[in-house]
């Protein structure tokens, strides 16, 4: 029987599709994989390096399959993502690891581990010198590993990611994410239809792209340019999508308004658009090197209300940017305000090593004042997207069945056939009902009976 393989993902939504892909592609090459890490003979832990908490998480981790590794010294640890990628040798260094992988070396990961089974040794790929254009032996590998595996990954019936683009050029002064996924790089369209239109054969209804800032997706191909637009629309004409959405959006004005018309014009692109504006204070935007003011962000989100009534929109922000004064933070208050999210997730302001804003400006904020602002933007947010959430009282709404839900919630289960399960309206609204769990990856239509913040509740009607 072949070795066993657990994976923990401990990242966003392209570190998960990763994981996704590691997954299938070890399966292939006759590894079992397990759920169970007493039952492993390989750990392999997929790090984000976006907030320092996310690393310290990992770290932590590192301390327990290092404990486990006493009584355990043949288990094979591998750390890849973006943490390998950022911290490379020092990681290679720490004692319970045998495997450091970037991202962009994934294509490598089951030689890695083979190899390391074999001579006990010590094994390193990350991507030297990741901002420079990758060769082309590099991009054709990610390719060809992206399609050959790029596989619904089960874990949500029915539902797959594709990713449309690589990397990112943004570099907002924050963000560690252009060091550790390199240049932007868009996919070649036929290569993204090839694999919805497999995704679709194999019974995949919902599709999500991603991309960093996804909405500038753009592919030359002689005289044609492609954008998210032209991709939404041919992935529209692939039979068995009834679903598709793309994440995450920058506010940059190209492609803009034909993102948002195919968005009015195709029932099968979902009304919902996750555009951050990380702050409400000009001054802060462009500290964090963001090209846009406020007032032109909220006429942004104006464009897309007046081309897709009832869109759904949500938002990220950093709270305690260095600088931001209390002044600053009324301002984004004031934003969120305005904006009218259906949701916003709330970051404190965590400096990443190597980003300007680390290198040039001081972490001035207080810990205690982040705090304070997180928790007073999340109360204001709480009442807008409770006010939101009523508006569905009564209402009748397709959603997409993901599964049993994880968390328990007032209407429990009335039924063991009859679990709690949680879905997805097409704007990002979860929905709880119960209902049997053979409903997980279908579309069903559910009456809405109660609301809360984050939650619908509802019945099958
Ligand atoms: N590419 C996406 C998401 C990037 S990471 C985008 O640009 O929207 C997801 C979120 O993490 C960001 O939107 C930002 O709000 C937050 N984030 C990124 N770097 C951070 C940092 N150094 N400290 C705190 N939050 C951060
Ligand atoms: Fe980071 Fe900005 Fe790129 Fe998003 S757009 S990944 S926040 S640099
Ligand atoms: Fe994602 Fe974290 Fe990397 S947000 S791209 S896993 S740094």
């Given at each position: ?44 832990i997929?790090t ?8 310290q ?6 301390g ?11 288990l094979?640890v ?32 089951s ?8 001579d006990?040794k ?5 991507t ?40 990112c050029?943004?570099f ?11 240049p ?58 009834e ?12 492609f ?14 979902c ?23 406020c ?65 040039r400006?001081?972490?001035t904020v ?88 984050l ?7």
């Amino acid at each position: 029987m072949g070795k066993h393989v657990h994976i923990k993902s401990f990242g966003c939504q392209m570190n998960k599709l990763d994981t996704a892909l590691v997954r299938s592609a070890l399966d292939e090459a006759g590894f079992s994989l397990t759920e169970k890490v007493g039952d492993a003979d390989v750990v392999l832990i997929n790090t984000c390096s976006v907030r320092e908490h996310a690393e310290q998480r990992v770290l932590s981790h590192l301390g327990h399959l290092k404990h486990i590794k006493k009584s355990r010294p043949d288990l094979v640890v591998g750390v890849i993502g973006c943490m390998a990628q950022r911290l490379g040798d020092e990681l290679l260094e720490h004692e319970a690891v045998n495997i450091v992988c970037g991202p962009a070396e994934i294509p490598q990961i089951s030689e890695l581990i083979t190899k390391v089974m074999q001579d006990g040794k010590k094994s390193l790929a990350v991507t030297a010198g990741i901002r420079r254009k990758a060769p082309a032996e590099r991009s054709h590998a990610l390719e060809e590993f992206e399609a050959a595996y790029g596989i619904e990954d089960g874990r949500i019936p029915a539902q797959a990611f594709v990713r449309v683009m690589r990397g990112c050029n943004n570099f907002c002064s924050y963000c560690v994410v252009p060091y550790v996924r390199g240049p932007e790089i868009s996919r070649p369209p036929e290569a993204i239809i090839e694999q919805i239109r497999k995704l679709a054969d194999h019974g995949t209804r919902q599709v999500t792209l991603l991309g960093q800032t996804v909405n500038s997706y753009k592919y030359e191909q002689g005289d044609k340019t492609w954008s998210l637009a032209d991709l939404l629309g041919a992935a529209s004409d692939i039979n068995g999508i009834e679903w598709l959405r793309f994440v995450t959006s920058y506010p940059s004005d190209e492609f803009f308004d034909e993102i948002m018309q195919i968005m009015a014009d195709s029932p099968k692109v979902c009304n919902y658009l996750h555009i951050p504006a990380q702050s409400g204070s000009d001054k802060i935007l462009r500290a964090m090197n963001r090209n846009y003011s406020c007032e032109w962000y909220l006429e942004l989100l104006d464009r897309a209300r007046a081309v897709v009534p009832g869109i759904s929109i949500a938002g990220d922000f950093i709270v305690g940017f260095p600088g931001e004064t209390e002044e600053d933070f009324q301002a984004t208050v004031d934003l969120l305000r305005k904006a009218w999210y259906k949701n916003a997730f709330i970051f404190k302001y965590s400096p990443r090593p190597g980003t300007r804003s680390d290198k040039r400006l001081q972490d001035t904020v207080p810990a205690e004042t982040k705090q304070r602002r997180n928790v007073e933007l999340l109360a204001v947010q709480e009442k807008i997207s409770d006010e939101l959430s009523r508006d569905f009282l009564g209402r009748r709404v397709k959603v997409l069945v993901e599964g049993p839900s994880k968390k328990a919630h007032l209407n429990s289960a009335d039924a063991a056939d009859n679990p709690q399960l949680a879905a997805r309206t097409a704007t990002d609204y979860i929905v709880v009902f119960n209902g049997p769990e053979s409903l997980a990856g279908r579309f069903a239509d559910v009456k809405i009976i109660r609301t809360s913040p984050l939650t619908l509740f509802g019945e099958p009607v």
